[in-house]
């Protein structure tokens, strides 16, 4: 490659402005006063909930109590016995039992219920004990002083009132109470006094850097990474130091509550791979701690080797399943990814299957290292026009390098250019003027390569004129869509699902029911549904065909689980008993009685066909991209 990457544009400022200030308001209720991810998970979320709300009321009113004594002002602020501060008294009330009800319940969870997922470590235990500590001791300071001074409005602080009388039955004289009374007030705001100096210290730092990792977290679309701004002046190409990571991730690190929903969630760890989110997560949180705040920054070593083993940038598929659990949104990929631009572009100590997909990009323009003349000889064979600079089209079709050199999902674009015939679409191709999008460059950490396959694509795409792309590979789709206009190639760009479900709902896509009956199943790409958001499209798209009957997989959507294939495990050597793919395959036999897995990428197609065959269950199920099911349908020209 000879040519240099563009120039990434700068941010411009506005983007830090109102619109930035008005969704991390949005951020910020929806995501840490409301908590909708954490109620995703039930028992969880509302044990979470009565914590989250008991702690914030007791600190507000804590507050206004403490602002009555000359403390940290030279001026007091009485609250006066009135209508206000009996329904001040109630609320503490009842968020002093919220707390210790919301305690109890993590209680119960990790001493009874003990969900696979959750880890016990020490501060798990501080956290819970000093969360019950501190109501249960300012209870009890509440119901000797009731006892002591019986006020007429102890009835406004129902809680505390109950223990006065059952202090009061077992024995309890104001006289006693009085003197127990300064025991417990002193105690009580001893106790307090640690929960405060230990946040810092222990998970509960999260009260502070989980709002704050909520409405800082960078507001780039869902599928892009972030551009190494002047690769080539660039001193630092990712990270291998801790202290190399951008703030942003540095807070990351240090918002993790170890809940372990990422765990959960990651298809490498539930297929056996040696790796988990959190434990990377937790891992570089411990030594960021040892040498940025125990060592004071002088003692800094190589991340790789050290806190983790060099293998462990290369288990997660990229398939963002995490990003989307996470409550606190931490961002494992991200992570992932400057570790890997670290040891691609740097050190270059990289898994030989790495290095030959990468080889093959940088030689022969992809990563199949394929001959260009071998790219979708279905062009040529269906005549379809190829573009030349200064022409134009309504649709340009990007193939992409899975359709364009890989045998089975060949087969898959003829099918998607047949229904764009029979449809009469204007469309083309770039031919030989097509590069690779770059995508398995930059998910495997060559960012260089891949701001080069921009920029070659860009400059190809603005010496044509055509209204959109039409992409049928959810990462070229996602690359064109959400990561070429870092470098400013802004084009309407579409996926094949939404351009066919489109098609169908105009009338210009006519389908038939089959005489041969078959019970379809679709399976939701990471890159197209969580990454992007295109869940009903396909579907629509492939109801249309009459009496199909369809069954959706137990995990779909937002939750579906990642053919093996992104991040670059596509080209690497998995040990066939993690394989991703397999594990998504049984989930259909198991689940489903489908005989027809229906895709909407490549790369989802090409894993699928490779687990079957390993398997050899040929004969009872098989993969088609949606192209392939339509065009078995397609009755007539619209
Ligand atoms: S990264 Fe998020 S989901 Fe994973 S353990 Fe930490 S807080 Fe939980
Ligand atoms: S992106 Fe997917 S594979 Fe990677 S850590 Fe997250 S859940 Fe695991």
Same mark, same amino acid.
């Given at each position: 490659m000879t040519t240099t990457p563009v120039e990434v544009p700068s941010k411009p400022e506005t983007q830090f402005q109102a619109s930035r200030w008005l969704l991390s308001i949005k951020d910020l209720f929806l995501h840490a006063v409301l908590q909708d991810r954490v109620l995703q998970r039930l028992y969880p979320g509302v044990m979470h909930l009565l914590l989250f709300w008991g702690v914030s009321i007791q600190i507000l009113g804590s507050i206004i109590a403490l602002l009555q004594f000359e403390l940290f002002l030279p001026f007091t602020i009485p609250f006066p016995v009135n209508t206000a501060y009996l329904w001040f008294e109630l609320i503490m009330d009842i968020a002093g039992i919220m707390i210790i009800l919301g305690a109890l319940m993590a209680l119960i969870r990790r001493l009874v219920i003990r969900p696979k997922s959750l880890v016990n470590r020490w501060d798990d235990w501080y956290a819970i004990a000093i969360l019950l500590l501190v109501p249960i001791i300012g209870f009890f300071s509440e119901a000797l002083r009731f006892i002591a001074s019986q006020p007429s409005w102890r009835f406004w602080a129902p809680f505390g009132n109950i223990l006065a009388e059952g202090l009061i039955a077992l024995g309890v004289d104001p006289i006693t109470a009085d003197a127990l009374h300064q025991f417990f007030f002193w105690g009580h705001i001893v106790v307090a006094l640690i929960f405060v100096v230990s946040i810092p210290f222990t998970k509960l730092r999260h009260l502070i850097t989980g709002p704050l990792n909520i409405v800082t &977290? =960078?507001? &780039? =679309?869902?599928g892009a990474l972030e551009p190494i701004e002047d690769i080539e002046e660039a001193e630092k190409l990712g990270v291998g130091e801790i202290n190399e990571f951008s703030s942003d991730l540095l807070l990351d690190l240090n918002t993790c509550v170890q809940c372990g929903r990422c765990e959960d969630a990651c298809p490498s760890n539930l297929s056996g791979m040696p790796y988990s989110p959190r434990e990377l997560i937790l891992n570089l949180r411990k030594e960021f701690h040892s040498t940025m705040i125990s060592a004071n920054g002088n003692e800094i070593e190589p991340i790789m080797g050290k806190a983790l083993d060099k293998e462990t940038p290369w288990y997660c598929t990229t398939c963002g399943a995490c990003l989307k659990v996470c409550p606190l949104f931490v961002n494992p990929v991200d992570t992932i990814v400057d570790l890997r631009r670290y040891l691609t572009l740097t050190t270059g100590d990289i898994p030989g299957e790495v290095g030959e997909a990468l080889m093959g990009m940088e030689r022969r323009g992809n990563p199949w290292s394929m =001959?260009?003349?071998?790219?979708? =000889?279905w062009v040529k064979e269906m005549e379809i026009p190829i573009i030349q600079p200064g022409e134009q089209t309504d649709v340009l079709l990007f193939i992409g390098c899975a359709f364009g050199y890989d045998s089975r999902s060949q087969q898959a674009g003829k099918s998607l250019a047949k229904i764009l015939q029979k449809a009469s679409i204007d469309f083309a191709v770039l031919g030989d003027a097509e590069g690779c999008c770059g995508e398995t460059a930059r998910r495997l950490g060559h960012e260089y390569l891949f701001q080069v396959m921009a920029e070659e694509n860009i400059e190809t795409f603005n010496s044509i004129k055509f209204n959109r792309i039409i992409s049928p590979c959810a990462h070229c789709f996602s690359t064109l869509k959400n990561e070429y206009p870092q470098f400013g190639g802004e084009f309407r760009v579409q996926h094949h699902t939404e351009f066919l479900s489109e098609l169908v709902h105009e009338g210009r896509l006519r389908l038939k029911s089959s005489e041969n009956r078959s019970v379809f199943t679709y399976h939701d790409s990471c890159y197209l549904g969580r990454y992007n958001d295109i869940y009903n499209q396909p579907r629509h798209a492939l109801n249309a065909v009459p009496d199909l009957t369809s069954v959706e997989l137990p995990r779909n959507k937002e939750n579906a689980f990642c053919c093996g294939g992104g991040g670059g495990h596509m080209w690497m050597e998995i040990d066939p008993e993690t394989r991703i793919n397999h594990r998504r395959l049984q989930e259909v036999v198991d689940s489903t009685k489908a005989d027809t897995i229906v895709t909407a990428c490549p790369y989802c197609l090409i894993m699928f066909d490779d687990a079957i065959r390993s398997k050899g269950i040929g004969e009872s199920v098989e993969v088609k991209d949606i192209s392939e099911v339509l065009t078995d349908h397609v009755y007539s020209e619209g």
């Open positions: &977290r =960078p507001l &780039r =679309p869902a =001959p260009k003349e071998s790219h979708a =000889p």
